[in-house]
């Protein structure tokens, strides 16, 4: 399991999309719905908004595939500035 620092960008293209401190974007696939309620990630309400965010990858099922991975969100709070 991976733990990262990102400021959420949105819900683009079918993905939560989130930048990290280096200004790399990460498309989160899958999200736990309870965070996805709790953090209101379907509207604009957190967006540019700092998670601390508890995350794993998993392989594509066709391995002729460009995707690096398919990220998805375990755990996440959001930091108080």
């Known amino acids: ?3 990262e620092v990102f400021k959420y960008v949105g819900f683009l293209n079918q993905n939560y999309t ?5 200004g ?3 498309n989160f696939a899958k999200c736990r719905k309870d965070l996805i309620e ?7 309400e957190n967006i540019n ?3 601390k965010i508890n995350y794993f990858v998993t392989q594509p099922q066709n ?7 398919i990220y998805i969100v375990s755990d996440m709070e959001i930091l108080k500035q």
């Open 49 to 51: 908004e700092w998670f």
């Open 63 to 69: 391995h002729f595939s460009d995707n690096e991975g």
């Open 18 to 22: 989130f930048v990290d401190r280096n």
């Open 24 to 26: 790399k974007t990460v």
């Open 38 to 44: 709790i953090f209101k990630l379907n509207n604009d």
């Open 1 to 3: 399991m991976n733990s």
